[in-house]
């Protein structure tokens, strides 16, 4: 009687072929699935006073926004919440309608804040919104 102990069972190797193919196959999905547009762009004005520039002819009237890390917001020294302001911008706005509104935020605000703050002041109507 005999045994073939050492005999052998050769398996297949696995192959990385179908799998690396359906790795591109999902990275182009999801190429062609998603957009890399940006849904909305906040444009800020980042330039500095140039040294040397004449002052503008005609001052521009400005309103000051500050805005600080305890979720608080004045203007004018006056604290305000946010539906307020828009009322006092819109009320200013028709007395004056070139007029700049400037924000003035602690360093511990959030961005959120800010931009949340800008978004308010332009629905309600402010032509020039500036950091300050």
Request: no cysteine; aromatic share 4%.
């Amino acid at each position: 009687m005999r045994l073939d102990l050492a005999r052998r069972v050769r398996r297949n190797p696995i192959s990385l072929t179908p799998l690396i193919d359906v790795v591109f196959i999902l990275l182009l999905f999801f190429m062609l699935a998603s957009h890399f547009d940006q849904w909305r762009a906040l444009a800020l004005d980042a330039r500095g006073a140039k040294v040397g520039a004449a002052a503008p002819s005609a001052a521009r009237a400005a309103m000051l926004v500050r805005l600080h890390a305890d979720a608080r917001l004045d203007l004018g020294g006056e604290p305000l919440t946010p539906p307020q302001l828009e009322r006092r911008v819109v009320e200013a706005l028709e007395r004056d309608p070139e007029l700049i509104v400037v924000i003035q935020s602690d360093p511990e605000v959030e961005l959120q804040t800010i931009v949340s703050t800008i978004d308010r002041l332009v629905a309600a109507g402010a032509p020039e919104v500036r950091l300050q």
